[in-house]
């Protein structure tokens, strides 16, 4: 009943936010004609500087570093399982990102993957906020953590926690979102336009919760990883993806010489003995030793009880069928 009702108000709808419908075929064309330069095609290039915007109104200082991708559709279980690892790093790597900026006041920070379809493009962003004063410091602690992430990988623990935290919130999405009407047809839209099978989000959601659970690996969450970061873990260097979009906003303040200090931030590079030191620190927090225990016997905890939104979970996603 919810499909013959998604597929009577595609013909009933002549524009949607600019798409094209044709009733009779309840077919959908991409608004975007143009050809996007991904950001992995241009490893030969030269990172640009960024572009400065400032104001007096601006109390903190934000980075927002953007790259292009082809959308590939996904038309069969391993392309589920593909989406699957991916949300474990995105979780793994969020969840870490909020633990550093619950440690100070007005700051954020924020791995996303989107699939923009009427843009006909997926991207993903590294987005990264704190006051004037603390921007240094901070920045260099996230883009540590992401080299960590890309050189060593993510620990047992921490995609152990992933797996239990994101079968939870993708449940609870389904539950609170994945019934309604709209949603139903902003998905098979977006199927359409990609031509990608349709599947519908609670069969979507067991598949996903199943593979994560029983197929996954961590050796698969760290190969994804290098993956997901290379961009920004070799931000400047040479046979490196080169970003699509590089901003830098904030008070007047922020003149030449400030926006190259930050700039040379997500260019330094940290020691493998930093970067080790971090992994056996991180690996540690996962798993801590029992109280009485004369061997110092270790068991798995999770690593963190804050919580990504929802929405980021799910649109980071690919809307595609098993």
Known sequence: KAEETVLSALGDMRSRDGW???PQECS???????KHLYSQNRRDENVQTPKVFSHQTLPDIEINIAS???IIPTESMSDLLDDAVEKLCLMIINDLFTSICNRQSSAFAELNVERRVSEGCKVTSFNIKSEKDSI???LGAMMKEIQ???HKGATEGEVKAAKRKLSMQMREFVHHIGSST?????????????????IRIDSKV???????ENAVTTEMVNHRMKDLLEMFARFGETNAPKPSSYFISGPRALNKERVDGLD??????YSDDDLQRLFESQNAANHPPRPGDADNSIIGSTTSTTTSTIPTTITSSTSGSS
């Open 136 to 138: 240094d410091s901070f």
């Open 68 to 70: 292009k991708d082809e």
């Open 206 to 212: 067991e598949a996903l919760d199943d593979l994560s």
């Open 148 to 150: 960590r992430f890309y």
């Open 264 to 269: 040379a931030l997500l260019r330094k590079r």
């Open 182 to 198: 709209e949603f139903a047809i902003d998905s098979l839209m977006e199927s359409e336009m990609i031509e990608e099978p349709y």
């Open 28 to 34: 959908v064309y991409k608004r975007f004609q143009g």
């Open 20 to 22: 094209t419908l044709e």
